[in-house]
C-alpha cells in the first residue's frame, strides 16, 4: 500500500475478527510510536502492550465506544471484541508541557501503521483510566492518556461527504459513515 492510500483507508474500527495481533506486530507499531516528532524531542511517552486474552477482558468494560451511536449499536458485540489495547502513558517524571501534542502524533502514527499491517484501530480517550491504572498496577507519577483498541478488522467504515452533521451512523448492513468536510471547504484563504 502506498503512503496515500493508508491515510485514506485508515477508518476508526469497532468491530474486530477472533484472529489475535501477534506480539512482535503490536511492539512494531510501538516502535513507529517512539519516532514521532516530540515538542523539544523530549520523550515522556511510554506505552503498555496488552495482548493475554485475561488483561484483554479487564480492560474492555473500562473502554466506551462510539458516543454519537445510538446505545445499541454502540459496544463491540461477544467475538468481536478487540484482540489488542496499546495504553500510552505519560511520565510525568519527564517534564513536557506540549506533551499532549506528542499524544497525538504518537497515536497517529501506531494507527497508519496498524493500516500497513491490515489491522484496524479505536484511538479511545473515552475511558476510566484510574480503573486500569489500579488493574495494570501502574505507579502514581504515569498519567494514563488514551488507549488504542487493535484487531483485525470485522466491520467496514467508509467516509462520506459531510452535509449537516459530523455525526457519523451505521447503515442497514453494519457498514459505518464518517461525514469528512470537503478540501474546499477547510482551505481557509490562499495567498
Ligand atoms: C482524541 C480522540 C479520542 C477518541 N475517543 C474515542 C472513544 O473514546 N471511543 C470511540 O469509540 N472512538 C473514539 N475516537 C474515534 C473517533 O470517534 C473517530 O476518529 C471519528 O469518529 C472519525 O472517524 P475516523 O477515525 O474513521 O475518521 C476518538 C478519536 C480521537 C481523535
Given amino acids: 500500500m502506498d503512503f496515500e492510500e493508508i491515510i485514506f483507508k485508515r477508518r476508526t474500527i469497532r468491530r474486530f475478527k477472533k484472529e489475535p495481533v501477534a506480539l512482535e506486530t503490536l511492539k512494531k507499531l510501538i516502535d513507529l510510536a517512539r519516532v514521532a516528532p516530540m515538542a523539544r524531542n523530549i520523550q515522556a511517552l511510554e506505552f503498555i502492550i496488552v495482548h493475554s486474552v485475561e488483561i484483554r477482558k479487564k480492560i474492555f468494560p473500562l473502554v466506551n465506544w462510539a458516543g454519537s451511536l ?18 500510552v502513558l505519560v511520565n510525568t517524571k519527564i517534564k513536557n508541557a506540549y506533551v499532549d501534542f506528542d499524544v497525538g502524533a504518537a497515536v497517529e502514527n501506531i494507527l497508519l501503521g496498524a493500516v500497513n499491517y491490515g489491522i484496524g484501530s479505536c484511538w479511545m480517550g473515552s475511558i476510566k483510566a484510574e480503573n486500569i491504572k489500579k488493574l495494570l498496577k501502574i505507579p502514581e507519577y504515569y ?33 459505518m459513515h464518517v461525514p469528512k468536510r470537503a478540501l474546499n471547504d477547510i482551505i481557509f484563504k490562499i495567498f
Fill in 70 to 87: 445510538p446505545e445499541d449499536q454502540r459496544t463491540p458485540e461477544k467475538g468481536r471484541e478487540p484482540t489488542a489495547y496499546i495504553i
Fill in 143 to 175: 498519567n494514563i492518556k488514551h488507549v488504542i483498541s487493535l484487531g483485525y478488522p470485522d466491520e467496514e467504515s467508509v467516509i462520506e461527504p459531510y452535509k449537516d452533521s459530523f455525526n457519523y451512523w451505521k447503515d442497514d448492513v453494519g457498514q
